[in-house]
Every structure is written in C-alpha cells, then in structure tokens.
C-alpha cells in the first residue's frame, strides 16, 4: 500500500489498480465543521481534475477534485448521516470513494507524504 | 486609507485564545476560536458568549432636535423615543431601498448611533451632509463588545449590577471595573443580551472579566452570522441592500404609525406606496427539506419549475440542527407551509416557506 497526497488536499491510498481516496486532516480543519457531503454513486467515471463530490462546513462548500482517472467502485456511505466523521477521522473512517485507477502513470504527478508536508508548510 | 486591515483593542487576546483572523469589511476579526462556530454558536443560545464587534461604527450625534433632524433620513419614529431607550432603524434612500441599518439610542443630552462596519464610510458622510446643525462625531477610541446568550445577565450582572434590571431595548451608562461604559440591553443573535461601549484602554481587562465567568466563551464572526440567521435577523448587503424596501423585507415592525401616515423621509412616496397596495415579493424564511445546504444566491422555484426568487442568506443552523435560510420570493407564494425547490449546483432539492425566525427570540421583555 502507498499513500499519496494531491495538491487540493486529498490523499489516495493505493493497492494495485483500487485507490481508496478522502481528504486530508489539514483540509478537515481547514473546512471546518463539515455538515454535509455530495457524494457522485459507484459506476461514475471522471477524469483526473473532474468534480466528483461538494463538502459543506458551517462556513463554506467546497469542491472536491479527482486526483487520477478512474470509476469509482464504492462510496462510503456513512458520510451522508454523519458528515461530522470527515473532522473526526479524515484520513481513515471518513474515506470517501473507493476507486478503480485508470492511468496509474498519473500518481507519479502526486506527492508523498513529506512533500505534501512541505506543501502546506 | 490603508489597505491593511484595522485591529480592534482586543486583537492580541483574539490571538491570545486562538482566533482565527481574517478580514472582514477592512478589520482583521476572529471567524471562530477553537471551540468552533457550531459549538460557539450552541454556547450562545445556552449559556453566554462575547464577541468583539468594534468594528461597527459608533457614532454620536449632538445638537438642537436631533431625533427630528434625524427623521429626515429614517423611517422610524425617534422623536418619542425615551431617554435611555434604543431601536433599530435604517437609512432609506430616494427609492426607499435600504442604506444600512442602524441602532439608535436616545442618551440623553445626545444620540447614540451604531451603524454597520462595511457602511461606515457612507453613513457618517450621509448624516453629516444631511444633518443641519449637528455635531458629527464618529467614536475611534471605543471598543464595543457583546455579551449574548441567557446566561448574559448573569456574566455582564456580577461586574455591573445595574445591567440585571435592564429590559430589551434600554441603554444605560454604568460602572464596569471602575470605568464608565455604556451598556444596552440587546443584539444579534435573538438572545438575550448587551451591547457594550468601552473605552479602548480598558476593553482588554473588561473582555477578559467577561470571559473569567465559567459560563461565557468567546465567539466569532462565523458563529454571529449562523445565530443572526437563526433568529431571522438581516444582515445588510445580504438580505437588506439599497434596491429592498423596508416592506418587502417584512421590517414593517421599525416604521412606526405615524412615520407611515405622514412620510417625511428618502423614499416615503414609495414606501408608503408598498404599504397601501403591497409588494410583489417578500423575504421569508426557507427551510431545505434535505441535509444540503444553499447559500446566498440559489434560485427558488415553485413546484412547476417557475422561479419565484432567491435566497440571500443561507447555511447550516447549528441549533436547528440543518440547513436553514432566507430570502426573497413572490408574495403569492410568501405563505409558511408552501412547498418550493432550491436549485444547488443544478439540482432541485425540495425546501419549505417558514415564518420566521427558525429559533424562537429570547430576549428581556
């Protein structure tokens, strides 16, 4: 398994073609208290830069971006009763698509985790 | 002016209790403390919370008849209004829109104005231009500071007894840790509560008795806007702005009987006008069904797709526990109970017209 990190705060955790994808804590407190999640349904594709979600907090909806090419094969379901999940556990129970990855060439644009360290620096 | 954002007196303790600042209308105010603005927001309608808003213009205004001369600009009655006592007005213009709204408080041998922050540079103009023979004077060396929340009373009492007796809409000037501050007993937030003007050297210390009580937390900007949302209070530049009449914005309640009979101010042919037959559209409260929330400019349509308006403020209402939001609609569908949809990033989601306020006001009668 290899975690990498997107420069719009996501991260993508990999094991062989499926990627499992949320946002990360510094979004979380960035956002603030999330109180809702649009989430797109399994079967939908995008490409990489592609809308595929929108995540409110008190103070604002922000978009959330594909990271790579794919479908996605799983939703996490428990995010829409409990949207709060996002600022409890971002980068574990509150994952938030898992996805099928079509270009795996494209994880090689994202960063890992000490350079997504520095990123937010 | 300087492009730099204002501080208040209290900015080092906004970042003392870990404040996040950010600009707004020019001054680098906190948007919420750790707590975060649903748990500021919920301390508020339990217990008390301060928030700094020394960032609104405070103003007094000196001279012969000034409630009179003052008239010419509002629509409100403030010629009978009593020393020591307060009410909301606004500055209407030649279309009678709204120019901003305002707190005006009989002190006395002067009137006590507290205007909004992003309109200070066009209300002070606007009432020294058209206030004849009245002295002008905007108040810099001031904090002002609200104590909100049914718990209020009992933070603000233990330092000033004076304030326990108080009622909703009264003003008094009083002794708070050995210095003279003007206290008002009301707000924002549909709670209970004051206002308080404090001299700049002394609203650090003061802020910080406040705060000393167990049940007062600091709050901010995000949590001021979710309670004043709740409580089906305008915010001016959102809900109010210079093209809403006073009618259309259901603030009939602030034109008094005899404004309305006899005019006499900016607008009145059209605002007398819009009590006589009516208005074609109304700002009502709008509760989304679902769990998504819609802002400030989403469409609301009927059930038959015809749109019928748009909401001007909306968000999440920590006490209500959803979405909440208002805004404009036709007055033919302006009826609680009425069921709508709100366009969110191209969707309908289904919403309903309430009377507002979505929390009931808790204030000292």
């Given at each position: 398994?290899?975690?990498y ?6 991260w ?20 603030g208290e999330?109180v809702?999640?649009?989430q797109q349904?399994a ?8 809308e ?13 971006y594909?990271?790579v090419?794919g479908?996605?094969t799983e939703?996490?379901?428990?995010l ?5 999940k996002?600022?409890?556990?971002p980068e574990?129970d509150a ?5 099928k990855?079509?270009d795996?060439?494209q994880l090689?644009?994202l960063?890992d985790a ?6 937010i620096a | ?6 501080r208040t007196?209290?900015?080092d303790?906004?970042v003392?209790?870990?404040?996040k600042?950010?600009d ?11 707590m975060?603005?649903?748990?500021e927001?919920k301390?508020c309608r339990?217990k008390a919370?301060l928030?700094?808003v ?5 103003v007094i205004?000196?001279g012969e008849?000034v409630a009179?001369?003052l008239?010419?600009?509002v629509?409100?009655a ?7 006592k ?29 205007v909004n922050?992003?309109m200070?540079?066009?209300d002070?103009p606007?009432?020294t231009a058209n206030?004849e023979?009245?002295?002008v004077?905007e108040?810099f060396d001031?904090a ?7 718990k209020a ?5 233990a330092l000033c ?6 009622k ?7 002794d708070i840790?050995?210095?003279?501050c003007?206290?008002?007993r ?5 709670e209970?509560?004051?206002?308080i003007?404090?001299?700049e050297?002394k609203?650090d210390?003061?802020?910080?008795a406040f705060?000393?009580?167990d049940?007062c937390?600091p709050?901010g ?10 409580a089906g209070l305008?915010?001016y ?5 210079n093209?809403?009449?006073?009618v ?11 404004r309305?009979?006899d005019?006499?101010f900016?607008?009145?042919?059209r605002i007398l ?5 009516g ?10 069904l679902?769990r998504?929330?819609?802002r400030?400019g989403?469409?609301v349509q009927?059930?038959?797709g015809?749109t019928i308006?748009?909401?001007?403020s909306?968000g ?5 526990g959803?979405?909440?939001a208002?805004g404009?609609v036709?007055?033919?569908?302006a ?6 949809n709100?366009?969110v990033?191209?969707?309908?989601q ?6 507002l ?7 000292k009668r």
């Amino acid at each position: 398994m290899t975690i990498y990190f997107s420069e719009e705060h996501e991260w993508v955790s990999v094991e062989g073609d499926i990627a499992t994808i949320g946002i990360t804590t510094h979004a979380a407190e960035a956002l603030g208290e999330v109180v809702f999640i649009e989430q797109q349904d399994a079967g939908e594709t995008f490409d990489k830069g592609d809308e595929i979600g929108v995540i409110e907090s008190v103070k604002a909806a922000s978009e959330l971006y594909a990271p790579v090419d794919g479908e996605i094969t799983e939703v996490n379901g428990i995010l829409t009763d409990e949207p709060a999940k996002l600022n409890e556990s971002p980068e574990a129970d509150a994952w938030i698509y898992k996805i099928k990855i079509t270009d795996a060439s494209q994880l090689d644009d994202l960063m890992d985790a000490d350079g997504y360290k520095a990123f937010i620096a | 002016m300087s492009d730099m954002p204002k501080r208040t007196p209290l900015y080092d303790l906004h970042v003392e209790l870990g404040g996040k600042m950010v600009d707004f209308a020019g001054w680098e105010m906190p948007v919420q403390y750790p707590m975060g603005i649903m748990g500021e927001h919920k301390h508020c309608r339990e217990k008390a919370a301060l928030f700094d808003v020394s960032h609104m213009g405070q103003v007094i205004l000196r001279g012969e008849n000034v409630a009179e001369k003052l008239e010419a600009l509002v629509p409100s009655a403030l010629t009978a209004l009593p020393a020591g006592k307060a009410r909301y007005t606004f500055f209407t213009n030649e279309n009678g829109g709204i120019m901003d709204d305002l707190i005006v408080s009989n002190a006395g041998d002067h009137l006590f104005v507290v205007v909004n922050a992003s309109m200070r540079h066009q209300d002070i103009p606007h009432m020294t231009a058209n206030l004849e023979g009245v002295e002008v004077t905007e108040i810099f060396d001031r904090a002002l500071v609200a104590v909100q929340g049914p718990k209020a009373v009992d933070v603000v009492g233990a330092l000033c007894p004076a304030a326990v007796e108080m009622k909703f809409m009264e003003t008094i000037v009083a002794d708070i840790l050995g210095t003279e501050c003007r206290i008002s007993r009301l707000g924002y937030t549909g709670e209970d509560g004051y206002e308080i003007s404090i001299p700049e050297d002394k609203a650090d210390e003061i802020s910080r008795a406040f705060l000393g009580h167990d049940d007062c937390e600091p709050a901010g900007l995000g949590a001021r806007d979710s309670l004043r949302l709740e409580a089906g209070l305008c915010l001016y530049g959102n809900d109010i702005d210079n093209d809403t009449s006073p009618v259309e914005a259901s603030l009939n309640w602030a034109i008094q009987k005899r404004r309305r009979e006899d005019g006499g101010f900016p607008g009145d042919t059209r605002i007398l006008k819009d009590f006589a037959d009516g208005t074609g559209r109304k700002l009502v409260g709008i509760k989304p069904l679902g769990r998504a929330p819609a802002r400030g400019g989403v469409e609301v349509q009927s059930e038959d797709g015809t749109t019928i308006g748009s909401i001007t403020s909306g968000g999440f209402g920590p006490t209500v526990g959803g979405p909440v939001a208002m805004g404009y609609v036709t007055t033919a569908n302006a009826v609680p109970g009425e069921k709508v949809n709100l366009i969110v990033r191209g969707k309908a989601q289904p919403a309903e017209i309430i009377k507002l306020p979505f929390v009931q006001q808790n204030y000292k009668r």
